[in-house]
């Protein structure tokens, strides 16, 4: 975990009326709550923010699953987003690049700015955006083709690469470009050493663990500023679990992770920040992962993370 300092942005006024005004209405009820989420999720850190999200609301039909989340996701460090199932964790996560297009039902009002740009603007190229922020899902899953294949499959499409016949005809054939992205992506997802004499097998032939590390590789070999992952390690032993955990921090020292988890340990250990989401897709409180664990604002949080509820 990074020693990252927190500061509210409201600085001395808010927090001066805010320590007495807490300790006397944490016997809280959901209206309380939600006033006081604003100062609670009102933070800047230190680092510059990857992410902004502002006033993110989501419906499914009638369905409101997101209600109005505002926040900021520094960049290079672990954001995890927890919170008990259906509070809209990966619904969240899917609003940040876009997945939620997908979804016929789903519609997204408000702000989500990737590097200052808001990405729900009418202009925005989805297969850049999603280039700039890639997703891993719960379970692996490789399409059913060679390790190699795997890998090279995101610049052959976004024509990083140009190999085969393409390149012939382009009259630049990639070969040599293509093997260092995959080399550089398979040792980036720390696969390298176990696959390396064996690109051309069939990815489908790999573990469990395994082929989620190689979905991670393929996600980087595109290159991305920011990696989203949905329970990434849910489907995964406790052995491949850790390698993915220890993945996910090395990652952070050059990607920006936002990862959802069930695992509230897991949160513990790999991430810098933490949102608590609860039911109704209210981010209740967002802090220092440390703060949320150790001596969270909000009762219901601590409810949360000890385990009274989930
Ligand atoms: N494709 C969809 N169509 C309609 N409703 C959906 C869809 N996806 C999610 N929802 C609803 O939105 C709400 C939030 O769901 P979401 O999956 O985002 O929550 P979550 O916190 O990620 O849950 P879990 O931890 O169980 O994965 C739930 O009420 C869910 O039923």
């Given at each position: 975990m990074s020693d990252q300092t927190v500061t509210q ?6 927090s001066?009326?805010s320590t007495e005004q807490r300790s006397?209405s944490l016997t809280v009820?959901?209206?309380?709550d939600?006033?006081l989420v604003?100062s609670w999720t009102d933070y800047e850190f230190e ?24 926040m900021?996701?520094p960049?290079?460090s672990v954001t995890a987003l927890i919170g008990p ?160 955990e220890?993945?996910i921090e090395?990652?952070a ?6 990862v959802?988890t069930h695992n509230m340990q897991q949160a513990a250990r790999i991430s810098d920040q933490t949102a608590v989401f609860l039911?109704?897709?209210?981010l209740v409180e967002y802090d220092d992962t440390d703060k949320i664990f150790e001596n969270p604002e909000s009762d219901r949080v601590e409810d949360y993370v000890t385990g009274k509820f989930g």
């Open positions: 942005t409201n600085e001395e006024q808010q001066n009326d006397n009820d959901v209206e309380t939600e006033r604003d680092d510059e923010a990857a992410i902004t999200v502002e006033d993110l609301d989501v419906y499914y039909g009638d369905d409101h699953a997101i209600d109005s989340i505002s900021e996701i960049e290079r199932s259906g509070c809209g964790k990966s619904t969240f996560l899917r609003c940040l690049n876009r997945m939620n297009d997908r979804i016929d039902s789903a519609r997204v009002e408000g702000t989500v700015e990737v590097d200052g740009e808001n990405i729900y603007e009418g202009d925005t190229d989805l297969v850049q955006l999603r280039k700039r922020v890639g997703m891993v899902f719960q379970s692996p899953n490789p399409f059913p083709k060679s390790i190699r294949e795997n890998v090279s499959y995101g610049p052959r499409k976004h024509g990083d690469v140009n190999v085969g016949l393409l390149g012939r005809l382009l009259g630049n054939d990639d070969r040599e470009v293509e093997r260092e992205i995959v080399e550089r992506s398979l040792e980036q997802a720390a696969l390298w050493d176990e696959v390396s004499g064996r690109l051309d097998d069939n990815a489908l032939g790999l573990s469990g663990g395994q082929q989620q590390r190689l979905c991670i590789a393929r996600c980087l070999a595109v290159d991305p500023d920011v990696i989203l992952m949905d329970e990434p390690a849910s489907a995964l032993d406790p052995v491949a679990t850790a390698k993915i220890d993945l090395q990652l020292e050059e990607y920006t992770v936002v959802v039911t109704g897709g209210q």
